[in-house]
């Protein structure tokens, strides 16, 4: 299995909704990323589990809460989101936090806040 | 802090002809350099890595990019453009240090004329 897997492919959730993502390898990837999109825009780096411990917190706002339950799950817990949170969310994970083999990305979770 | 410059946020080439896509970039230290490509509504893939090995990569789809660290680019080439090509590029860098996240460039979007 060479593919990180995100559920769902779309989301549209309220304001006061509380969703979550999830993002699954079985590549026996080490670290896992969670990026941010917004429509013609580079991706930007949320957060870093390294080891299932949080490693990076790019001063993302508390409404954004990850989960690392093990070391093939990633998790991003949703509430009180605002209009502007709407954006592809992208899981990525790689060999270590060092790994010069690069990214592999999921699909993304395209999330609409309405 | 590390960076990266993509010069020219489309480019239009025709089918058949020489796709160049320009990337500069900015480190301290040596870095790990990276293209990906991403289609619409789809997540990012993998083209090619540079990783202090050999300075002319070869990668994914028949594209290759020259380490020039004289120049501090690292610019996407493929010899003959085809329709499937047209897609959003991201240039990417790490660093061989602590300082691991991986960093995007603005993106170019490649059109490709029939």
């Known amino acids: 299995d060479t593919e990180v897997t995100q559920t769902p492919k779309h989301l549209v959730m309220g304001m006061t909704n509380k969703k979550s993502l999830k993002c699954e390898q079985h590549?026996?990837?080490?670290?896992m990323y969670w990026y941010k999109q917004k429509a013609k825009k580079p991706p930007e780096l949320m957060f870093v589990?390294?080891?299932?411990?949080?490693?990076i917190n790019e001063s993302v706002p508390s409404r954004f809460s990850p989960e690392c339950p093990n070391s093939s799950l990633l998790n991003l817990h949703l509430h009180a989101l605002q209009p502007e949170d709407s954006a592809l969310y992208l899981c990525?994970?790689?060999?270590?936090?060092?790994?010069?083999?690069?990214?592999?990305f999921g699909s993304g979770t395209r999330l609409t806040v309405v | 802090a590390q960076s990266v410059t993509q010069l020219g946020s489309h480019v239009s080439v025709s089918e058949g002809a020489l796709v160049l896509l320009r990337c500069n970039y900015s480190?301290?230290?040596?870095?790990?350099l990276f293209w990906y490509v991403q289609y619409p509504n789809q997540g990012l893939q993998l083209l090619l890595k540079?990783?202090?090995?050999?300075?002319l990569v070869k990668g994914i789809n028949g594209f290759e990019a020259e380490f020039k660290k004289s120049e501090t680019s690292f610019h996407l080439t493929k010899p003959s453009a085809h329709m499937s090509d047209a897609a959003e590029y991201f240039c990417?860098?790490?660093?061989?240090?602590?300082?691991?996240?991986?960093?995007f460039g603005s993106g170019t979007r490649l059109l490709v004329r029939p």
């Open positions: 990525a994970s790689s060999q270590d936090v060092h790994s010069e083999a690069g990214y592999t």
């Open positions: 590549m026996g990837h080490r670290a």
């Open positions: 589990y390294s080891y299932e411990k949080l490693s």
């Open positions: 480190s301290s230290v040596p870095p790990y």
């Open positions: 540079y990783t202090s090995a050999a300075t």
């Open positions: 990417a860098v790490s660093r061989m240090d602590s300082s691991y996240k991986l960093i």
